[in-house]
């Protein structure tokens, strides 16, 4: 009888050790990865526009983002338009 009740105890604690918090769902580490790749993508298009305003030409993008470190969390590679002054990402697009 001790044992029975040791084996439905046991049974629910462990139940219970699953039920804690969950990893994320590809859904939302993808969403949360093309939140953070937009956010690179405004600091490396604002980088851009500095150096422009500096000196009058645009920087190469693949200068900007190694003094920036800045990377695309899914790997996409990141692209300037001197036309629309815009950053663009191969993966998630642009804002």
């Not at 918090?21 to 956010?39: E, H, I, N, R």
Request: proline share 5%; glycine share 8%; with cysteine.
């Amino acid at each position: 009888m001790r044992r029975l009740v040791f084996v439905i105890l046991l049974c629910a604690v462990l139940g219970l050790v699953g039920c804690g918090p969950k990893a994320p769902s590809a859904a939302q580490v993808a969403a949360d990865q093309k939140a953070q790749c937009f956010k690179t993508q405004g600091l490396v298009q604002q980088a851009m526009k500095l150096f422009y305003a500096d000196s009058g030409t645009w920087p190469p993008i693949e200068i900007v983002l190694a003094k920036l470190q800045a990377t695309c969390p899914a790997e996409g590679k990141y692209s300037f338009s001197e036309t629309t002054e815009k950053v663009t990402c191969s993966i998630h697009g642009s804002q």
